[in-house]
């Protein structure tokens, strides 16, 4: 039997040069509607105060959560998406979204340690366009695999999309298709990639990175799936039953190997990278 022991969360400080995470910014629960400040929030592991429901944690506090205190080392910090296809309003948006969120994209990646255990991290920003899979995105993504085949090092994948980013039209498929590439390169190196998928996990996201995991963990009562529920009970004309799209229902149908409340991620994910580090193999 696994022991899990928690440990206390420390406020972090973190890189002040982030708005995102400097800052004492305010989230919303989206169970109650309520406010809270990310000091409040930031050592509860984002769980409101009010209503005990899972508030979306930013992506920079999402890895510093997970990481050893001070490990974590951004890759390719500046990488942003451009409006190329001049499509209305996305220039706002966009401007909007690095503005709340202090991030130049929707995705956040790096290296980190675990418990001592190295690997590459990348977590999605539910505040930047909806986390939706653009072509930084998928740079992202794409480049840290490549990083981590290279240099020999799992990867976390803290999942988190409303699919594909419309405004970049058919640019924001593509990517699917370059991530999924980057993966299986790594996956054919023999390297190991945890994906963690959070509310909620949908459209092109769904399709491609977050179910290409080798071992694939949700946090609890997580919206994952690919069209909305409204859409295929409209094109199929099908009741769709109780619970569908919920991290508990694809746990029973073999989606999902393991359903992580907050509390014990750090410690489970440490384990399993623990449990799959390659031994070096001395020569001769
Ligand atoms: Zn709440």
């Known amino acids: 039997m696994m022991q ?110 675990m418990q001592g255990n190295p690997c590459a991290v990348f977590a999605m920003d539910s505040r930047f366009v909806m986390a939706s899979m653009g072509s930084a995105v998928g740079e992202k993504i ?7 085949t290279e240099n020999r090092l799992p990867v976390l994948g803290v999942l988190c999309s409303g699919g594909a980013r419309m405004q970049e039209g058919i640019v924001s498929l593509m990517q699917m298709a370059k991530c999924s590439g980057a993966v299986r390169r790594h996956s054919d190196a023999g390297l190991l990639y945890i994906a ?6 949908t459209g092109g996201m769904t399709a491609s990175v977050a179910m290409e995991g080798d071992i694939t963990l949700a946090e609890p009562k ?26 508990e229902f694809l746990l029973d149908h073999g989606f999902v190997d393991q359903i992580l409340p907050r509390e014990s991620q750090r410690d489970t994910i440490a384990l399993l990278l623990r449990q799959h580090q390659k031994e070096i193999v001395p020569d001769g």
């Open 4 to 113: 899990i022991h928690s440990r206390p969360v420390a406020f972090a400080q973190a890189d002040a040069g982030h708005a995102g995470s400097g800052a004492d910014f305010e989230v919303r629960c989206s169970a109650c509607k309520a406010a809270h400040k990310r000091s409040e929030l930031f050592p509860r592991r984002y769980i409101c105060p009010d209503c005990g429901a899972y508030v979306r944690i930013p992506a920079r506090d999402r890895i510093l959560l997970l990481a050893d205190e001070g490990s974590f080392a951004e890759l390719d910090e500046t990488l942003t998406s451009t409006d190329f296809l001049h499509f209305p309003e996305y220039q706002s948006k966009l401007e909007k979204a690095k503005q709340t969120t202090g991030e130049q994209c929707a995705a956040v990646s790096g290296v980190m340690q």
């Open 142 to 148: 794409t480049r840290l695999f490549e990083y981590a």
């Open 196 to 201: 963690l998928l959070t509310d909620p996990t």
């Open 222 to 247: 997580t919206l994952i799936g690919f069209a909305g529920r409204r859409v295929i009970e409209q094109t199929t004309g099908a009741e769709l039953p109780e619970g569908f799209q919920t991290s």
